[in-house]
């Protein structure tokens, strides 16, 4: 099985900053992921993709990131945690307010596991 355990947001103004995290855990976790990424949901919207990154570091962004978000894969202190990612957001706007949500793609089984989520909400 794998667990992902997103941390991070929270409430922050526009033009703000913000750092939200991933980390994996679980035996399914040891067999790696072929990518990583972040979708968001706002209040009575859709969920949508917002970055993804491949297991050989190749980063994807949505239209609407304009260069103000950036994705990485980081090294776990907690040997709890097999892999992680941060998605750090920068120049926030109150269009950013969203649910965030970690995804991880299992390499051997192209199956899609789910974080459950992290509020980020960023006032005006």
């Known amino acids: 099985q794998v667990q992902l355990v997103e941390s991070g947001g929270g409430l922050v103004q526009a033009g703000g900053s913000l750092r939200v995290s991933c980390a994996a855990s679980?035996?399914?976790?040891?067999?790696?992921?072929?990518?990583m990424g972040w979708y968001r949901q706002a209040l009575g919207k859709q969920r949508e993709l917002v970055a993804t990154?491949?297991?050989?570091?190749?980063?994807?962004?949505?239209?609407?990131v304009k260069g103000r978000f950036t994705i990485s894969r980081d090294s776990p202190k907690n040997p709890v945690y097999l892999l992680m990612n941060s998605l750090q957001m920068s120049s926030l706007e109150p269009d950013d307010t969203a649910v965030y949500f970690c995804?991880?793609?299992?390499?051997?089984?192209?199956?899609?596991?789910w974080g459950q989520g992290t509020q980020v909400t960023v006032s005006s």
């Open positions: 995804c991880g793609r299992q390499t051997t089984t192209g199956r899609d596991y």
């Open positions: 679980g035996p399914g976790s040891a067999l790696g992921f072929s990518a």
């Open positions: 990154i491949s297991n050989l570091g190749t980063t994807n962004y949505a239209d609407f």
